[in-house]
Each structure stands twice: as structure tokens, then as C-alpha cells.
């Protein structure tokens, strides 16, 4: 190489990737030690790999009191969760921004300018309203109610409607001519040709289902639909001084990794479709 | 293979109306050009052929079938987009044969076509590959293609060879040429390009807001223009045109330049007087020597074009009409030259309706006296 | 906005958009419809009359010192998360551009954090900065520095904060990276031409090209602070100690969930709202064109 070592690059960048590692690394380390060390403050740097068992346990057990569901239990939830609003926000986006672009209907503006005003109600605004709503439909302490309400999605609408309107007319016009009709031409054409608009917005939703906290916290009491999120935080908001560092640091470690493996997994379509998402 | 006979159609878009009540008829067999400039309502006539819109009035009739209100995928009609409208995640065999898979043709019968086609287009290599992986020529041919396994009765074309390079687009006029005459198939080719239309159709249609303004043989259309649009439109450079009047009983028209030219062939109808436009296509001006001088027009050249093969002078005449000249060859010209306008050249429109005035038929009907009425006092 | 070529028929169109049609009224229009209604009613005791009072939930609303503490308070809260979080993403991204060895790994370590949830990453910073357990928290005590952010208001503050700012910053990286990446190279090879190096060219030549990015993640950023902070604050603070911590979302939270105030939780439901559209269109209005194009 003729270029210089650029120093001052790998010293800022060394220190970012650093401030992000530590505190997960931290983490990691602790939970493969002994409880009482790390009450007793000697919390070390190096993990004790003799003690990976940890997360095994964790994983089946739960962390010991009765009415905790195992981890994995957990993690099934916030999976489940996180691949119904993801495929399900994809899903009826599609067939909205299809409808809106492609078809001319009654009240076809409406509907649109309807959906693009979730955009301005997230969750946080209509908290004790929504309360209500959920237990009229009897949704509340049901996985329904966990996913269904959050199915709408003004932003992947926007985006499909964004991908649909740049498709060339006579691409339209040469299947039309080819003999296919509106649903052959949704699932011949449309649906490939947007496949990676879809996997990026797929990351994005993937993450946003698995990291609710405020929607579960509302409308599922009930321990067995507790998230891997809501339960690592009632365990440590909650009485810590009772459960075992090193299972809480487990615990947090297995809501971390999942969504971290799908995010850099996928980071070719997630980065690119980020910053088209959102402009 | 059919014919395609169009009846009084016509489109408007609400108080817009882009075509007047268009009849056409394509024979067996037959290629024919529609010519315009943009939105003169050439690509709605042949979308509506294609069924891609439905016409405000009239009918499309293929084979002694109307089609009007049939779907465009039921019309036996296959047409070549002007960007290809290559399906992009499809290769460029599934491209091929998707209407014939919608169509639910026996797998072995898609793969027979594909190949056939292919082979026509000397693509055979190439049905891997993706659109993105093509350049522009093999994209249009792998378009056509898409058109040929369809094995329609009627091929449109809408301006096909518009997105293509100069040169690329010449080898491609010639081998769509071919490849029409060898398929046989009734086509309907749309585009703005003069010289795609002189030299693809057997017949042109030039097309004038909303109206075919002239339907004829290219030769025709470029010697014997209908109106002072189709005129200018066709050929290269434009037309001039001049104003004048008609003079000496129909024999001559008195140009407003100065010089009275007598027709070369026979006198036009009409009052002493009557508002003419002459139009002389660049080519058939000549340039007078010197000691000619006197008898021709003099033309203030501001502007030389040497192209090898031939020069352009632009100039102005006495009075400001403008002026373009075409000469062969390279040749050194000063800044003010004399010109002659051939009366065998000549081409003779009605100022008024911009129609081309002929001579009167050999047994003259209504305006057979028309001379002395115009000259009767009023 | 229209397309030229469209399929006939209507049927099956409006089958495609009841589904999303139906969430949006039922889940989203219907609570925000419920929650305009109850700001404007009073309900008495025992639930059984229910009468229209105007403004009045507004009016107790903004003279109650605690709702303007809040309020106060989200607003210094949402600028130093906003700031601190676009600060560093800023400087990360700025030197992520260069070419450098290994710039590939550097930003997958970089855009990995933006899957922590917000509620998570709170427990991570809560095992580092705990005074008797966390490994920094305990360090900051022992260096003579009273460290204990369960009582110690501004401490408490000044955590959620980090911790809130922390797991935005990858978001933000994301942007400002590919916002430098698309500026062309030839504009800053124009600049090293005109002898604008280091530090001028990016202050005169980068970061005007940058603004447009930087004005969006301004509004996300702020929106962020404002509403997904929620889960970072229970998990750490739970709003505490005291109100130091509570923002305008926590206590819609603890009036209405916990203390079940119904029409002064609406009403603050309604003002977040209103802030809402505020940023909302605030955007669209600078950046949406292209969206609604």
C-alpha cells in the first residue's frame, strides 16, 4: 500500500466500535461467572468458559422462580412476535400499495391518506385508549393482541407505493399484453422485482417487532406471553437483588443475540433499504 | 397473419380529444409507418389497437373480428415497447416465454419457439442471461423475440429503435425490415423518425393532431406531399416554403420575393390572386453562375454547412424569407450567391388551407370558369 | 402521483386494503378518536355520567408544576440524546468514509447495535454503571465520586441520557455514512483543488451537502427521544428517583396505567399528538416531497 496508515481513523474508530462492544462484552463475561464475585464487585473482563453451561440453564429453567417462564419460552414469544409483524406488515402493505397505485376504486384516496395517518399515532400517544379498545375485541393476554394492532404500517405502504409508481408503464403494459392479470401480474412481477425492497424492510420490521417493550407491557400482563425484552427488564427493574447477576447477564445476552445475528446477516439489504425507507 | 382495418376511431381524454375518427387498413402481410411529431396522437392509436385503452368511438377489426372490446391479451396481437419493457428478474428465455406459459403451451412447443426465434434473431447465447447483462441492441432484439414466439396476428411497433445509438439504429431498421418480410406478419409501426418511416413502410400514415393528414406510398408522400405539414415534416432538410399568388389565369404563381415563375405542367384553379404558399425542397434550388445572376434571386448566405457529401447554405432573400440550400459536393461559396427555383420543382399549396393545389383535372367540373368569376367586378 | 396503466374492476382493490384499513381504524383511529373525546369529559366516581368540560383538562393540565416540570424536562432530555447521539454517529461516520484497511468490519461493528432495543441496551448500561455491581459505577465511588443514580436525581438524568443516546447512534451512522458516500468524489476533488483541506473543506464543502440528512435525522432523532426512550427509563429509572427522570411519555404511562387519571391522560395523550403531527409535518414539509411525489 502507498497510503499512509491513517491513524487518527483507526484511533476514533477503535474507540466507537469499542464503546458498543464493552458494555455486551461486559455482559458476556459476567454471566459465565460466580454470583458472588460479582456481588462482591470483582466482576472480570475474561469469561470463565467453564461456565457457558450458564446460558443452557438459563434457556430451560428461566431464572428459578415459579412463575417465570423458561428463556426459551421467552424467546419464542419475542420471535414470534417479532416474524408476524414483520411478514404481516410486509404482506398487507404490499396488497394496499398495490391496490392504491394500480386500481382505480371509491374512496381510494381516503383510504390512503387513512393509512398514512398511523404515521403520526405511534403507540406512545394513545397508551389508555387503546387499553380500552383491546379489551372490547377481548384481545388483551392474547399473542392476537400482541401482533394485530401493530400490523399497520404507513411507512412500508409509502415505500411500496414509492417502488410501484417507479415501475415503467410498459412493463405493466408488455404482461398485460403477455396475458396476465392483476394477481399474476402482483405475484409474477411485482413481488420480484420489489424481493429486496422486502428483505431490507423485512430486517427493519424483524427488529422493530422483537424490541417492543411499551405494546407488551400494555396488553400482556399474563407471564405467558412475556417477551424476552419485557422479561429481562422486570427482572432487573424489578427485585434484583434476589436473582443471580450472572442469570440476568445471561438472559440479556439471549435478547441481544437474535436480532443482532438477523441485522448483520442481512446488513446489505438493511443498509440500503434504511435510508430508502425512511426518505 | 390478417388484415386490420381500424373504422372512425377516435379517443379523447376528457374535453380532449388526441384522435378524430382515424379509418386505416392494413392489408395481408403489409407494413405500414405512422409518422408525427410528439403527441399527435400516434401512440394512442396503436395502444388502442393493442387494447391498451379503450377508444371513445369506433371499432378495430383484425381479420373480419371486432376486437374493440377485447382484452389486450385475447387480441392475437404482440407488440415491441420503445424501452424493450424487458421483464428485469426474468431471464431472457423466461422473458420469451411467459405469454406463452400464461397461454399454458406444452412445455416442448415454448422451448421450440424460444429456440426458433432466437436463432432468427441470433440471440441462441444469450437466453441465460438477465436483462441487466445486455446491451441495448440485444435488449430490443430479445424484445422482438418476446413478440415473434407469440405468433400473433398483428405485430406493433412503438418507436422500437428510439433508445438505440445512430449507428446501431440503421442495422436494426434493416433487420426488422427482413425479419417483417420473412414472418410475413401484418405490422403497425409508430414513430417520429422521418427516415425509419421512408424506409420501413410499404405504406406511411402521417399523422397530424389527431388526424392522419396523408395515407400513401413513401415516395408519394415525399413527392407529392399532401399539405404543407406533411411538406415540412418529410425530408430533410425542411421544405421551404414561400408566399405567393396565383397569377397570369392560373398559369403562374407571382412569387412575393419578386420573380413570377410560370408552372411546369398545367394551371392551378382558382381566382386571379389567390394566397398560395410554394414550397421547394433545399436540394432542388439551384445556383446560378455569375453572368446569371440577373435572372435568379439573390440570397444573403449567413450560415455554411459543409458535410462532405453535400453543403447547406442558409441564408435570406431580398425581403427576409428564409432560405436553405443543398448542394452536392463541397462548394466554396461567398457571402451573397444567386439562386434559381426550377418550376418542375415546385410544389403548390393553398395558402388558406395549407392543402396541396393541383392541377385542374382535364375535364374541369364546377370551377371550370372560376377565372371569371374572380375577375367579374364586386 | 398517478400511474398511466391501471387493472379494471374494484372489488379486488378494496379487498387489498381493508386489512391495513381495518387496523388503522380500529387500532389506531378509534383509541386517538376515544382519547380526544376524553380530553375534552369528565367522568364521575363511579363512571356512571360522563359530561363535556371544554378545555378544563388542558387548563389543570398545563397549572399543574409537574406536568411543566415534564415538560421542561423532555425537552432538555430530547436535545442532549439528540445531540449526543448525532454528535458521535457525525464523527464515526465521518471517518468510516476514509479509505482505510478494514473499513468493511469497522462498520459492521458500527451498525450491529442499532438491533439492541432500547430497553435492552438500559440493562446493559445499568450492569456497567450500578454503584455496588456495575464494573464503572463502582469504580466512579471508589475514586471518591458519590456515584448512586437510584438517588441521586441529576446522576439519574444524566444516565438515561447516555444510555438513550447509545442506542441511537448506530441509526444515525447509518444515514451520515451513506449521506458522505453520496457526495460525488469529483466535488471534493474540486475542493482539494482549490486548497480546502482538513477541517474547512469539511466544514464549507461536506457538511452543507450533508445538511439534508442532518435536518432529517434531526426530526427522527427528536422523535425518538420523545417516545422510544420509554422502555429506557423504566428499565433504569422507572421515571425515578422522584420525577428526575420522568418524561412527557412516562407520565402519560403513570397517570393513566398506574394511577388511572383518565381525562388528564387523555389530555396529555392529545398534546403528544399534537407534538406528533407537529415533527411530522414539520418533515414532510422540508424532506417529503420526494415521498408524496
Not at chain 1, 46 to 57: M, N, T
Not at chain 1, 182 to 191: K, Q, T, V
Not at chain 2, 293 to 321: F, K
Not at chain 3, 253 to 268: C, T
Amino acid at each position: 500500500m502507498h497510503r499512509r496508515f491513517d491513524w487518527p481513523a483507526h484511533l476514533v474508530l477503535l474507540l466507537g466500535v469499542g464503546l458498543f462492544a464493552f458494555p455486551v462484552w461486559l455482559v458476556f463475561a459476567g454471566a459465565t461467572q460466580d454470583p458472588g464475585a460479582i456481588n462482591r464487585g470483582d466482576l472480570s473482563l475474561i469469561p470463565d468458559f467453564s461456565h457457558l453451561g450458564i446460558f443452557l440453564s438459563v434457556l430451560l429453567h428461566g431464572y428459578g422462580k415459579n412463575e417465570s417462564q423458561p428463556v426459551w419460552h421467552m424467546l419464542m414469544i419475542s420471535a414470534g412476535m417479532a416474524l408476524v409483524i414483520a411478514i404481516g406488515k410486509i404482506v398487507i402493505s404490499v396488497l394496499s400499495a398495490y391496490a392504491v397505485v394500480f386500481f382505480r376504486f371509491p374512496f381510494r384516496m381516503t383510504a390512503f391518506w387513512t393509512i398514512f395517518i398511523t404515521l403520526m399515532l405511534p403507540v406512545e400517544v394513545r397508551i389508555i385508549p387503546t387499553y380500552a379498545v383491546m379489551a372490547d375485541f377481548r384481545l388483551i393476554n392474547t399473542f392476537a393482541g400482541l401482533t394485530v394492532p401493530l400490523l399497520a404500517s404507513a411507512t412500508a405502504t409509502l415505500l411500496f407505493r414509492q417502488v410501484y409508481l417507479a415501475i415503467p408503464d410498459e412493463l405493466i403494459e408488455a404482461a398485460r399484453m403477455d396475458g396476465a392479470g392483476p394477481i399474476r401480474f402482483l405475484i409474477d412481477m411485482l413481488i420480484p422485482v420489489s424481493a429486496a425492497n422486502m428483505a431490507a424492510l423485512f430486517v427493519i420490521l424483524f427488529v422493530y417487532g422483537w424490541n417492543q417493550y411499551l405494546w407488551p407491557l400494555l396488553v400482556a400482563a399474563d407471564p405467558r406471553l412475556d417477551t424476552i425484552v419485557i422479561g429481562i427488564v422486570q427482572l432487573v427493574s424489578g427485585g434484583h437483588t434476589l436473582t443471580p447477576w450472572n442469570t440476568m447477564m445471561a438472559m440479556a445476552v439471549l435478547a441481544i443475540l437474535p436480532p443482532v445475528v438477523v441485522v448483520v446477516a442481512m446488513q446489505r439489504w438493511f443498509v440500503k433499504g434504511l435510508t430508502e425507507v425512511e426518505k | 397473419m390478417a388484415s386490420l382495418e381500424l373504422r372512425g376511431l377516435t379517443k379523447s381524454f376528457g374535453p380532449l380529444t388526441v384522435l378524430h375518427g382515424v379509418d386505416l387498413t392494413l392489408a395481408d402481410g403489409e407494413m405500414v409507418v405512422i409518422v408525427g411529431a410528439s403527441g399527435c396522437g400516434k401512440s394512442t392509436l396503436l395502444r388502442l389497437v393493442a387494447g391498451l385503452e379503450q377508444p371513445s368511438a369506433g371499432a378495430v377489426v383484425l381479420d373480419g373480428r371486432d376486437i374493440t372490446q377485447l382484452d389486450p391479451a385475447a387480441r392475437d396481437i404482440a407488440m415491441v415497447f420503445q424501452n424493450y419493457a424487458l421483464y428485469p428478474h426474468m431471464s431472457v428465455f423466461e422473458n420469451m416465454a411467459y405469454g406463452l406459459r400464461i397461454r399454458r403451451l406444452p412445455k416442448a412447443e415454448i422451448r421450440n419457439r424460444v429456440d426458433h426465434a432466437a436463432a432468427l434473431l441470433g440471440i441462441e447465447g444469450l437466453l441465460d442471461r438477465k436483462p441487466r447483462a445486455l446491451s441495448g441492441g440485444q435488449r430490443q432484439r430479445v424484445a422482438m423475440g418476446r413478440a415473434i414466439v407469440r405468433e400473433p396476428k398483428l405485430f406493433l411497433f412503438d418507436e422500437p429503435l428510439s433508445n438505440l445509438d445512430a449507428k446501431l439504429r440503421v442495422q436494426m431498421r434493416a433487420e426488422i425490415r427482413r425479419l417483417q418480410r420473412r414472418l410475413g406478419v401484418t405490422s403497425l409501426y409508430v414513430t417520429h423518425d422521418q427516415v425509419e418511416a421512408m424506409t420501413l413502410g410499404d405504406r406511411l400514415v402521417v399523422m397530424h393532431e389527431g388526424r392522419p393528414v396523408q395515407v400513401a406510398r413513401p415516395t408519394e408522400v415525399f413527392s407529392r406531399p399532401a399539405d404543407t405539414y406533411v411538406a415540412g415534416f418529410i425530408g430533410a432538410p425542411s421544405m421551404n416554403f414561400l408566399p405567393a399568388r396565383l397569377a397570369q389565369a392560373g398559369r403562374a404563381a407571382a412569387l412575393e420575393v419578386g420573380p413570377v415563375i410560370e408552372f411546369a405542367d398545367a394551371p392551378r384553379p382558382g381566382p386571379e390572386g389567390r394566397l398560395l404558399i410554394i414550397g421547394i425542397r433545399p436540394e432542388h434550388v439551384t445556383l446560378l453562375p455569375a453572368a446569371e445572376a440577373a435572372r435568379g434571386l439573390s440570397l444573403a448566405v449567413d450560415l455554411v454547412e459543409p458535410l462532405g457529401s453535400e453543403t447547406l447554405l442558409h441564408g435570406r432573400l431580398p425581403g427576409g424569407a428564409a432560405l436553405t440550400v443543398q448542394l452536392p459536393g463541397m462548394v466554396p461559396v461567398g457571402d451573397a450567391v444567386a439562386v434559381a427555383l426550377p418550376a418542375a420543382s415546385l410544389h403548390v399549396f393553398d395558402a388558406e388551407s395549407g392543402r396541396r393545389l393541383d392541377p385542374a383535372p382535364a375535364t374541369p367540373p364546377a370551377w371550370a370558369d372560376a377565372g371569371e368569376v374572380a375577375v367579374r367586378p364586386e | 402521483m398517478e400511474r398511466r396503466t391501471i387493472f379494471g374492476g374494484w372489488l379486488l382493490p378494496v379487498a387489498f386494503v381493508l386489512p391495513q384499513l381495518f387496523v388503522t381504524i380500529f387500532f389506531f383511529l378509534l383509541p386517538a378518536g376515544k382519547a380526544i373525546y376524553s380530553s375534552f369529559t369528565q367522568t364521575d366516581a363511579f363512571g356512571l355520567h360522563t359530561r363535556f368540560i371544554g378545555l378544563a383538562n388542558f387548563i389543570n393540565l398545563f397549572a399543574d408544576a409537574g406536568y411543566r416540570a415534564s415538560f421542561g424536562r423532555t425537552a432538555v432530555f430530547c436535545a442532549l440524546v439528540t445531540l449526543l447521539a448525532m454528535a458521535l454517529a457525525l464523527l464515526l461516520a465521518v471517518f468510516a468514509d476514509h479509505e482505510i484497511r478494514g473499513r468493511a468490519i469497522y462498520r459492521t461493528l458500527l451498525i450491529w447495535p442499532y438491533a439492541v432495543a432500547p430497553a435492552v441496551s438500559a440493562v446493559l448500561w445499568m450492569f456497567m454503571m450500578h454503584p455496588e455491581v456495575g464494573i464503572l459505577g463502582r469504580l466512579l465511588n471508589r475514586i471518591g465520586i458519590p456515584w448512586n443514580y437510584s438517588l441521586n436525581g441529576i446522576q439519574a438524568l444524566g444516565l438515561v441520557i447516555v444510555a438513550g443516546a447509545w442506542t441511537q447512534v448506530s441509526y444515525n451512522f447509518v444515514f451520515f455514512l451513506a449521506g458522505l458516500q453520496s457526495i460525488p468524489a469529483s466535488v471534493i476533488e474540486a475542493a482539494h483543488m482549490d486548497g480546502a483541506r482538513g477541517f474547512r473543506r469539511f466544514r464549507t464543502i461536506v457538511m452543507p451537502l450533508l445538511m439534508p440528512t442532518t435536518f432529517f435525522l434531526l426530526i427522527v432523532n427528536l422523535v425518538y427521544a420523545a417516545f422510544e426512550t420509554f422502555g429506557t427509563i423504566m428499565a433504569l429509572t422507572r421515571g425515578g428517583p422522584g420525577e428526575a427522570t420522568e418524561t412527557l411519555v412516562v407520565k402519560v404511562y403513570r397517570d393513566g396505567v398506574i394511577n388511572l387519571d383518565l381525562a388528564g391522560s387523555s389530555a396529555q395523550s392529545v398534546i403528544l399528538m399534537l407534538i406528533v403531527i407537529g415533527l411530522t409535518a414539520v418533515q414532510f414539509r422540508f424532506l417529503g416531497r420526494r415521498t408524496l411525489s
